[in-house]
């Protein structure tokens, strides 16, 4: 079936409340400073919006619905997505879809969390009924364990070393040192990657995010409407979203990207090597790989050997994550889905500053999340460009 194209509907404003290592201060203080901050960046008041999607871990206990409350929002259209890592692309694809059929005008979507001391220990608790019942009580609760699992199960099946893994890391360490929001504010080499301190074999410190306070924000909106307020825009090539792919697998080598990347490219019109840059979720390196390669880059398995021989970095031959991603800039929870496509948003429309690569024009952003044990049920990708690619 062919797809209906986004034609007419275009992403902007893209914003990033600064992440803190801690706060304790509400997720709805966070929410409330990405939506001003993308407002603000394109000269809207609240009363101006009428759609309004939310993605957060710890708004609990209230919903989408009880943010419009709290921020005296009166939407005529509202979502809450509940995806983790692949919320900002489901976010854009839902909104855009809603835009398009006129059900909203302007839709702000806001990714934020908050990290206070327990934060954390109270989000794995309840993540989930599965980690609920048959993982946190056993100690296994927590993504470090799950994707120790799927990295071993990845090695063993593909021959991939830590160096690989590594090539990943210390490169958007190197892409942080330009961001001046991320928190990881010292080069890594090869030689530190490897020296840290394991956490769960065989992932090791600087594989795993850093838990962060922090929002991310966009606007979706008509492009008549961004030319009318002189806003830079970037387009909709593709999308695509799976859930709970391969559920047959013992362990997950693959997502859901890979039933529908044919799909995803043929409605882009190009493919993987047209893109100028790349942000995968890269909550750990491993799937940064397997997005890779189940997004058509490579053959599976061969994820390690193609991104081997290519320079990662924001002057690179393959721009990956150029803002640092979470491994490198933090993981403001749900804004963890968010962050590679707003960064997208800013380098395609040429706004990224000192991540700015050269001569951006398309971009492919990819989600993944939900972690239950051996496998993330969420994935989505989307392809972007810029107003004169």
């Known amino acids: 079936m062919t797809r209906m194209p986004y034609d007419g509907v275009v992403l902007t404003a893209p914003f990033t409340v600064p992440y803190q290592r801690y706060s304790n201060d509400a997720a709805h203080f966070w929410a409330a400073k990405g939506l001003r901050g993308t407002l603000d960046a394109a000269g809207l008041r609240p009363d101006q919006i009428d759609g309004f999607s939310v993605a957060s871990f710890s708004l609990f206990p209230d919903t989408a619905v009880g943010l419009t409350q709290h921020l005296g929002l009166g939407p005529r259209w509202l979502d809450h997505i509940p995806m ?31 990290n206070q001391i327990d934060s954390f220990r109270k989000l794995l608790t309840a993540f989930s009924r599965f980690a609920m019942d048959a993982s946190y009580p056993y100690g296994s609760g927590g993504p470090n364990a799950n994707f120790a699992l799927i990295t071993d199960y990845y090695m063993s099946e593909y021959g991939a070393t830590r160096e690989d893994f590594g090539h990943l890391a210390v490169a958007q360490r190197a892409n942080a040192l330009r961001n001046p929001n991320a928190l990881m504010k010292t080069p890594l080499t090869m030689q530190q990657y490897l020296a840290a301190r394991p956490i769960a074999d065989p992932v090791a410190l600087f594989d795993c995010v850093m838990p962060c306070a922090g929002a991310e924000a966009f606007l979706i909106m008509r492009e008549d409407e961004a030319r009318q307020r002189n806003l830079p825009f970037a387009r909709i090539g593709a999308t695509i979203e799976r859930h709970n792919a391969f559920a047959e697998d013992p362990v997950q080598l693959r997502g859901g990207w890979a039933v529908d990347v044919d799909e995803l490219w043929q409605m882009a019109g190009c493919g993987p090597a047209d893109m100028d840059l790349v942000q995968t979720y890269d909550d750990y390196p491993v799937i940064s790989v397997m997005q890779f ?9 061969e994820g390690p050997a193609f991104l081997r021989e290519r320079d990662l970095t924001v002057t690179g031959d393959l721009p990956h994550n150029t803002s640092g991603g979470q491994l490198s800039a933090g993981q403001a929870g749900a804004a963890g889905g968010f962050i590679g496509l707003v960064e997208a948003i ?29 496998r993330g049920v969420c994935s989505a990708a989307a392809v972007l460009s810029g107003e004169s690619a």
């Open 84 to 114: 983790g890592g692949a919320s900002g692309v489901v976010a854009l694809r839902r909104a855009a879809r809603a835009v398009q059929a006129g059900d909203a005008d302007i839709v702000a979507c806001v990714a934020a969390d908050t």
């Open 293 to 301: 390669e189940d997004l058509g880059f490579c053959e599976k398995g």
């Open 346 to 374: 800013r380098q395609v429309t040429g706004t990224a500053g000192p991540t700015q690569v050269a001569d951006a024009g398309r971009a492919l952003v990819s989600g993944f999340g939900m972690i239950n044990y051996d």
